[in-house]
């Protein structure tokens, strides 16, 4: 079976300018490949995976819309509550991949897998369940921008690894799929791990990409779909509740998207009102927050100065709006110190 998929992969693919299929090159012959979705140049515009029994395209991190052409945004700053005991949702919630199970049911109750920066791992959750913080699975991988296959722990207060595989990539088992876009979970019960084996089977399932923004500080609010339609796309304001095993992802906000965007969070109309929660669009500097505060004078103008610092710099100058690929400039202190030396300037 290995060996008839490897013969099969077709070799080589040159893109269309068409919205609806692909040139692919087989030999010494051309054919045209049609696609159901929509796409700049290619299906979803290369920044995605379509789904061809229902045209929709499914986007990596990064990109959104119907066709995966536009860029979504790196970060959301929730600027003002009402309450006084939600103060320290206030504040920037930065871009993080998800994975949410593809039949998610009642959204109260949504599986999904997701990176946490703040412990620097990937967790398997579940809305209301019986796990420590809502987390059954997890697993260090600091940086990874997948789930790794291997190396979860699970249970409480008792904890035991799962040896095997749990997380399989589409695109291990079909290679023309795009990698990291869905992903299973397979869990066989361990009969040494007593009283919990069951409880986790439910996460058995495939699990498709999303977007997830988490508190850049205190990880302790984040804003995440909690289901997969469109239109009708819900987007809820998470906040972890309670103390010690207790603590539970609660929802406290959330908001019904009308459009076909699957990976745009709506700025306004947001439930409960009473709330008064403001929420905008934000995005980073590419340099350190030092340097950028430092040529913050030269955000504006009309000198070729101004699209440099303007682009290295888009958080500071409020320039979201400029392609986040133009800063040509390392994201280093290097890169910091190229930029003041460009303006004759030091820290």
């Not at 269309?16 to 049609?34: D, F, H, P």
């Not at 009402?82 to 206030?90: I, T």
């Not at 009708?232 to 309670?242: F, H």
């Not at 609660?250 to 306004?268: C, G």
Request: aromatic share 8%; net charge positive; glycine share 8%.
């Amino acid at each position: 079976m290995q060996q008839f998929l490897k013969t099969s992969v077709l070799v080589g693919l040159v893109a269309l300018n068409s919205v609806q299929g692909a040139i692919v090159k087989t030999g010494k012959n051309l054919r045209v490949k049609e696609s159901r979705c929509p796409g700049l140049s290619a299906p979803c515009s290369g920044h995605g995976e379509c789904a061809e029994h229902t045209g929709v395209c499914w986007c990596k991190t990064g990109y959104g819309g119907t066709d995966c052409a536009q860029q979504t945004a790196e970060s959301y700053d929730i600027k003002s509550v009402s309450s006084r005991d939600m103060e320290d949702m206030v504040g920037k919630y930065i871009q993080v991949p998800m994975y949410m199970q593809e039949t998610p049911g009642d959204p109260k109750n949504v599986k999904f897998v997701h990176y946490d920066p703040i412990s620097s791992g990937w967790s398997i959750s579940k809305l209301n369940s019986s796990c420590t913080d809502d987390i059954c699975f997890f697993a260090y991988a600091k940086g990874q921008p997948v789930p790794p296959a291997k190396g979860y722990v699970f249970g409480q207060p008792d904890k035991h690894v799962y040896y095997k595989q749990l997380v399989f990539d589409d695109h291990e088992l079909y290679p023309s799929k795009a990698a990291g876009i869905h992903m299973s979970v397979s869990y066989t019960p361990d009969p040494n791990a007593v009283g919990v084996s069951e409880l986790l089977s439910e996460f058995t399932g495939r699990y498709v990409l999303q977007t997830r923004y988490v508190h850049s500080k205190n990880g302790k609010y984040s804003i995440m779909p909690i289901n997969l339609d469109s239109p009708g796309k819900l987007w809820a304001v998470m906040g972890l509740e309670g103390v010690g095993p207790a603590r539970r992802w609660k929802i406290l906000a959330q908001v019904k998207d009308p459009s076909l965007n699957r990976y745009t969070i709506p700025a306004a109309g947001w439930e409960p009102a009473s709330m008064g929660m403001k929420l905008e669009t934000s995005c980073s500097d590419h340099v350190s927050l030092d340097v950028c505060n430092t040529l913050s004078e030269k955000c504006s103008g009309d000198s070729p100065d101004t699209k440099w610092v303007q682009s290295c710099c888009r958080d500071t100058c409020k320039s979201c709006a400029i392609d986040r690929t133009l800063c040509k400039l390392p994201k280093t202190a290097a890169g910091a110190a190229m930029l003041l030396q460009m303006f004759n300037r030091t820290k």
